[in-house]
């Protein structure tokens, strides 16, 4: 079984989800990592600027590799804005994402974390094209 992206009757393309997430876990594609970064980016962007983060359902992939590149350069940027307008005092707020209200946790933890997921993610994607290529 894998979690990947689909066009649905509209076209738009969506993500596979399970509230409860299966044991085994479903590998991803790559195009379901790809959006699971610009889901889980464009929340850590809202939570850190104090706007309201985007529904998962409202986060959709883009529809093809050279338009999902393009939206991750564009968090990209936005992230780094983010973390570039911060002042010290900001930058040692609380913050509850990913982790919840009680985490004791600030916005530099939060950078942190969004710099281990983003590696991870991407060591993924790597390892699914390296499996790609020598299965060619």
Not at 27 to 39: A, D, E, S, Y
């Amino acid at each position: 079984m894998t979690w990947s992206v689909r066009p649905d009757d509209a076209g738009v393309w969506r993500s596979d989800w399970a509230e409860t997430e299966p044991d085994p876990v479903p590998v991803p594609t790559i195009g379901w990592l790809t959006w699971h970064i610009m889901w889980w980016w464009s929340t850590a962007v809202a939570h850190v600027t104090g706007a309201t983060p985007p529904d998962r359902v409202d986060v959709t992939w883009p529809g093809n590799g050279a338009a999902a590149v393009s939206r991750l350069r564009d968090l990209a940027g936005r992230w780094r804005a983010t973390l570039t307008e911060l002042t010290d005092d900001q930058r040692t707020e609380p913050s509850t994402f990913p982790w919840g209200a009680d985490a004791n946790r600030t916005i530099i933890h939060t950078a942190l974390w969004v710099n281990v997921e983003l590696t991870k993610n991407i060591a993924e994607v790597g390892q699914l094209r390296l499996m790609r290529a020598a299965s060619a």
